[in-house]
């Protein structure tokens, strides 16, 4: 198996070849949280670029619980055309959107209720989060549907899938992590109780789409014994393809950094490659293993061997998506990784590091959606601060006019209220 030969899915779907380009989240939404323009010049270079399978970035199934500022929000209240000439830019190429929550791993000044399985400890990053309440059932049953709703939204709108986002510390990651899932109930306690949202996710997101649509799931690198297991539980509900990635804020193992912001060091360039071997060799369902791939050696070894079936390439297709079809037809041998490393002190390299692990090239991205080249004499520190501090002030000028869509403030999606409707406010759109 090589990189360029095709791969089908069990859905019936056939990526033209095996380069998955990661999700990697652009924060570029209009103020009410609806794809723009920008989307549409991002996601048309990306597929021009040639990878086998786009997956957007994180796309969010609740306006009051946002990653960070100006991400694509999908609920009731959003513009369905404007998701349309999205799918339609991206079309060139198979492309899927993820679907997340947050769940604790938002900022308090994105959000200053946070919720969570259990209620439990900020995220330990610099007093830039807060508490997170333990959801109630009911509330963890209206997610449920929440993800499905959105799954037949964008699927509707043209998108040829869904990928569930339960990787990287996020609510469906933390659901399955006994160290922020304590729960007693049916949601928590065993590996099947505390898989029992996202399975049920999968189960009915399959069961809501039509035959051909793909629906993928992204997942931690953990324990290889509950890894296989829960892979089998998500092929037998309806999986069509495992993304493997690992880490959370705390520990940024995804962009390769361990707690204290160095690099990790490691037998292979994804520090994920033996939970992903260990997944393939145990289910029938495609295998996608991301984080680090930047040779054509590594890359070739990982097909060659099984450990996956593709690769998932995130950060230099941020800076140049042209390096996909180039990659894939041998043109070129490395993913070059053009980002700056951050000095200074060891503190400050462990709080700053994931931001600028990720800041650096969300810039690119941002850059990029406008049609502008990349920066790359753009430093660390900016960077990182542009992801951090430059997050929370957009996120606080933009939070009431994207609550204010939804009729109201602070816990109008969540809780009781969510299921009581509310009239979405006129007037007031940007001009596109
Ligand atoms: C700017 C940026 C944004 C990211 N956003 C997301 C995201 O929205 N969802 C996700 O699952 N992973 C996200 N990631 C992680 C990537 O999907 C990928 O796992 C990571 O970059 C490792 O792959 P790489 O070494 O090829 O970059 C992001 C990474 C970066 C750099």
């Known amino acids: ?47 021009a670029g040639g990878p086998g399978l786009v997956i957007t970035g994180n796309v969010m ?17 959003t513009d369905d055309a404007a998701l349309r000439r999205w799918a339609d830019a991206a079309a060139g190429v198979p492309t899927i959107v993820q679907l997340s929550h947050p769940g604790r791993q938002t900022t308090r000044y994105v959000n200053p209720h946070p919720v969570a399985p259990s209620a439990g400890p900020a995220v330990a990053l610099g007093g830039a989060y807060a508490r997170s309440r333990a959801l109630e059932v009911p509330e963890i049953e209206e997610l449920r549907r929440r993800f499905v709703a959105v799954a037949v939204r964008v699927v509707g709108a043209g998108f040829v899938g869904v990928e569930i986002h339960a990787a990287h510390g996020y609510l469906l990651s933390s659901f399955l992590d006994p160290a922020t899932n304590r729960r007693t109930d049916a949601y928590g306690g065993s590996l099947r109780d505390r898989a029992r949202l996202l399975c049920g996710i999968v189960t009915d997101t399959r069961a809501a789409l039509p035959d051909g649509a793909v629906v993928a799931v992204k997942l931690d690198s953990r324990d290889d014994a509950e890894l296989v297991a829960l892979g089998g539980w998500l092929a037998d509900a309806g999986a069509d393809l495992l993304e493997v990635s690992g880490g959370n804020y705390e520990r940024p193992a995804m962009v390769g950094l361990d707690a204290s912001g160095a690099e990790l060091a490691g037998e292979h360039e994804s520090p994920f490659w033996n939970s992903a071997a260990a997944l393939s060799a ?37 800076v140049r998506p042209e390096l996909a079809g180039r990659f894939v037809r041998g043109e070129v041998d490395t993913l070059d990784r053009p980002a700056p490393r951050l000095g200074g002190p060891a503190a400050v390299r462990a709080l700053l590091g994931a931001a600028v692990g990720a800041g650096w090239h969300r810039v690119q991205l941002a850059r990029a959606s406008r049609g502008r ?22 996120s606080l000028v933009e939070r009431p006019a994207r609550l204010r869509r939804a009729g109201g403030a602070e816990g109008a999606t969540t809780g009781p209220a969510a299921r009581a409707p509310t009239r979405p406010a006129r007037g007031s759109r940007r001009a596109r």
Do not use: K, Q
């Open 1 to 47: 198996m090589t990189l360029s030969d095709p791969l089908r899915l069990p859905c019936g779907v056939e990526l033209p070849n095996r380069l998955v380009r990661a999700a990697m989240t652009e924060s570029i939404a209009d103020r009410h949280g609806d794809a723009s323009p920008r989307h549409e010049r991002l996601y048309a270079a990306a597929a």
């Open 61 to 77: 199934v609740d306006r009051a619980h946002l990653e960070r500022a100006r991400n694509v929000v999908v609920d009731r209240w």
């Open 282 to 318: 145990a289910v029938d369902v495609p295998v996608v293993l991301t984080g680090g791939f930047r040779s054509r050696t590594e890359v070739d070894r990982a097909l060659a061997a099984g450990v996956c079936a593709a690769v998932g390439v995130g950060r230099p297709l941020a």
């Open 373 to 394: 080249g990349p920066a790359l004499r753009l430093p660390a520190l900016a960077a990182g601060l542009d992801y951090s501090v430059g997050d929370w002030v957009r």
